[in-house]
Structure formats: structure tokens, C-alpha cells
């Protein structure tokens, strides 16, 4: 993962996860899917992601056309258009929740 010069994800709390819950996983499907500071086309892309990689999804977009993305490092977070992603088996998107952005 490439991080821009002059870019920044916003800080954002960790989920705090119930007992018996775990965080939704996903895989890119697109050949290069941008990660981008926020829910759209018009916030800056921070960063690629190639086909395969894994991340971890945190929340969606009030109208369900992004997802809020941390890599398997652990620090990088950003968003991803829903259609450049698939969710691993059985996650549903009913279950990720929904984050309000202002």
C-alpha cells in the first residue's frame, strides 16, 4: 500500500466488538481499487489497492455506495466503492453498520 505525500486518513475510534463478534472481512476484486480519505469520488485517494488484497470492513455509507476499509496492518484505514470489493462468506452487508460522515 502506497501512501500519497500530504495525505492523511482521518483518526477514527476502534470498533469495540462484542463477545462472539468478529470484523467482516473483504477481498478487492477490481484490478486497482482506490482507498480514499472519505465516502466518494470527490475526497482524495490515499492509497491502490490490487486485486486479492484482504481488508477488514468497519462500517458503510449511509446510502450503501461505500465501505470504511482497515488493512490487515492494522493503522491504514480509507474508504472503497462497494463495487470493487466482495464480502467473504457469510458476512452480509446488513451487518456492517452504517457511519455517519458529515
Known amino acids: 500500500v502506497t501512501v500519497l505525500p500530504g ?3 482521518p483518526p477514527m475510534s476502534t470498533p469495540v466488538l462484542q463477545p462472539g463478534e468478529q470484523l467482516v472481512q473483504v477481498v478487492i476484486l477490481s484490478q486497482a481499487a482506490p482507498l480514499r480519505s472519505g465516502p466518494g469520488e470527490q475526497f482524495g ?17 449511509q446510502d450503501g455506495v461505500w465501505y470504511l476499509l ?17 464480502l467473504i462468506y457469510p458476512a452480509t452487508p446488513q451487518i456492517i453498520p452504517v457511519i455517519t460522515t458529515p
Do not use: K, P
Request: aromatic content about 6%; hydrophobic content about 45%.
Open 7 to 9: 495525505t492523511a486518513v
Open 45 to 61: 485517494a490515499i492509497s491502490t489497492l490490487a486485486r486479492g488484497t484482504l481488508a477488514y470492513v468497519l462500517g458503510r455509507s
Open 70 to 86: 482497515q488493512l490487515e496492518d492494522g493503522v491504514t484505514r480509507g474508504w472503497t466503492a462497494v463495487a470493487d470489493v466482495g
